[in-house]
């Protein structure tokens, strides 16, 4: 089992910056994949970024060269640096670990872009 736990959502203005972090603790070995996701009211979850065991990053096109994807070596932390932040940027944000086959959630934090 691996237990996730975001932080760093809140409020802010159009063009702003946020960092969200997710802390990952219990069975973190062998994680071999991390990744933020999104959903917005009424609409789908969505792949926001993500980072393979080897460092390779991928983004959404919506994100592209304004979020930036990182971790630490011991995969216990994930961050998610979101800069130039719109409006349609507004959800909750969730992190996504695949461990052995298996995906694990956390509760998510809400990212509230005003415009």
């Known amino acids: 089992q691996v237990q996730l736990v975001e932080s760093g959502g809140g409020l802010v203005q159009a063009g702003g910056s946020l960092r969200l972090s997710c802390a990952a603790s219990g069975s973190i070995f062998s994680i071999n994949y991390m990744a933020w996701y999104r959903q917005a009211p009424g609409k789908q979850r969505e792949s926001v970024a993500g980072?393979?065991?080897?460092?390779?990053?991928n983004y959404a096109d919506s994100v592209k060269g304004r979020f930036t994807i990182s971790r630490d070596n011991a995969k216990t932390r994930l961050y998610l640096q979101m800069n130039s932040l719109k409006p349609e940027d507004t959800a909750v944000y969730y992190c996504k670990v695949l461990r052995l086959g298996s995906s694990y959630w956390g509760q998510g934090t809400q990212v509230t872009v005003s415009s």
């Open positions: 980072i393979t065991s080897g460092g390779s990053t």
